[in-house]
């Protein structure tokens, strides 16, 4: 069984996070669910913007609060793209935050952004042959 995924994101103005996302990297919308979801379409999987008012709960198990301002989270998203440099300028004059200058690694280039509601999002640039530059067989249990 293949698992598909879905990216949703939380964002406070739909119409911002449209434009910076289409804009910094080439997606389309695709659905419209009513005024607080888009669908975006373009990258290997398809991104759903959420409208999540600044200050509510996560859940209803959580005290933490949404902020869009930059924050911190383990999981964010990489973008894989042809020309990290070019990328960055998209990105940046869409209105994300570089936060690091451009990284060069043996299995390719990085940069660190913020975007305009704080979620974190690394550009990538693989080089040669990418992550196998660095990668080790994967252990038969976990196949």
């Known amino acids: 069984m293949t698992v598909k995924m879905l990216v949703n994101i939380d964002v406070d103005d739909l119409a911002k996070a449209t ?3 289409c804009k910094a990297f080439n997606l389309h919308v695709g659905r419209r669910f009513g005024a607080d979801a888009i669908e975006l379409l373009g990258g290997s999987a398809p991104i759903y913007l959420l409208v999540k008012p ?3 709960t996560a859940s209803a198990t959580s005290r933490h609060l949404r902020s869009y301002a930059r924050h911190w989270t383990p999981v964010h998203l990489d973008f894989v793209v042809e020309e990290i440099e070019g990328a960055v300028d998209r990105a940046r004059n869409a209105g994300a935050r570089l936060e690091t200058q451009v990284k060069t690694n043996n299995w390719g280039k990085i940069a660190m952004l913020a975007d305009p509601f704080g979620h974190g999002i690394c550009l990538i640039e693989f080089i040669g042959r990418g992550y196998d530059e660095i ?3 994967a252990d038969p249990k976990h196949r």
């Open 19 to 21: 434009d910076f996302y």
């Open 54 to 56: 600044n200050g509510t």
């Open 135 to 137: 990668a080790t067989p």
